[in-house]
T-cell receptor, first 115, second 113 residues
Framework: GAVVSQHPSWVICKSGTSVKIECRSL??????MFWYRQFPKQSLMLMAT?????????EQGVEKDKFLINHASLTLSTLTVTSAHPEDSSFYIC???????????FGSGTRLTVV | KNQVEQSPQSLIILEGKNCTLQ??????????LRWYKQDTGRGPVSLTI?????NTKSNGRYTATLDADTKQSSLHITASQLSDSASYIC????????????FGTGTSLTVIP
């Protein structure tokens, strides 16, 4: 089945630094990748949608200059949280959709803690 | 407005018992409905996916039903196990705007021995 690998699974960083999270589709080409944020005991909130080779489309209220998304290949998308602050601490999850009906497959998530 | 509502918000059951989770939606035009299981601190894992023409689908001890007329779905868990403790999320896709999809807020299930 379709597998999406997300790395790292957890990261702790200092305020003001940047953190990069990777999302890879291992056995299919992901034409579209999605990035979500999830606070404790809440549902996933879509942050942005990215299509390979195009600029990401951000949801309302999500700062595109703070959350940089790159989808340079059909198997890799990255989310970079720039100048991280403690309020950016959250669980970030990616999902990928292939062009052949692989459906939506989620990564395992990244727990970001900014101290 | 396209919405997905799940009930109950949380549920506690004894190991070995059955339970049913509900999902009501107003998403239109409808494309498909998925149930996901999300363990704490992990990404969601797909359990079932149903299109308009399907009204039931099973995956082991999980059975999902869909009534596209009333826009309701249920997820039935049989002979629950401790490992079933997780959040269960209903996600409905729309045919509009590139297959946009809508998340329910989830049901938190706790199975106790």
């Amino acid at each position: 089945g379709a597998v999406v690998s997300q790395h790292p699974s957890w990261v702790i960083c200092k305020s003001g630094t940047s953190v990069k999270i990777e999302c890879r589709s291992l056995d299919f080409q992901a034409t579209t990748m999605f990035w979500y944020r999830q606070f404790p005991k809440q549902s996933l909130m879509l942050m942005a949608t990215s299509n390979e080779g195009s600029k990401a489309t951000y949801e309302q209220g999500v700062e595109k200059d703070k959350f940089l998304i790159n989808h340079a290949s059909l198997t890799l998308s990255t989310l970079t949280v720039t100048s991280a602050h403690p309020e950016d601490s959250s669980f970030y999850i990616c999902s990928a959709r292939g062009g052949r009906g692989e459906g939506y497959t989620f990564g395992s998530g990244t727990r970001l803690t900014v101290v | 407005k396209n919405q997905v509502e799940q009930s109950p918000q949380s549920l506690i059951i004894l190991e070995g018992k059955n339970c049913t989770l509900q999902c009501n939606y107003t998403v239109s035009p409808f494309s498909n409905l998925r149930w996901y299981k999300q363990d704490t601190g992990r990404g969601p894992v797909s359990l079932t996916i149903m299109t308009f023409s399907e009204n039931t689908k099973s995956n082991g001890r999980y059975t999902a039903t869909l009534d596209a007329d009333t826009k309701q779905s249920s997820l039935h868990i049989t002979a629950s196990q401790l490992s079933d403790s997780a959040s269960y999320i209903c996600v409905v896709s729309s045919l509009n705007t590139g297959n946009q999809f809508y998340f329910g807020t989830g049901t938190s299930l706790t199975v106790i021995p």
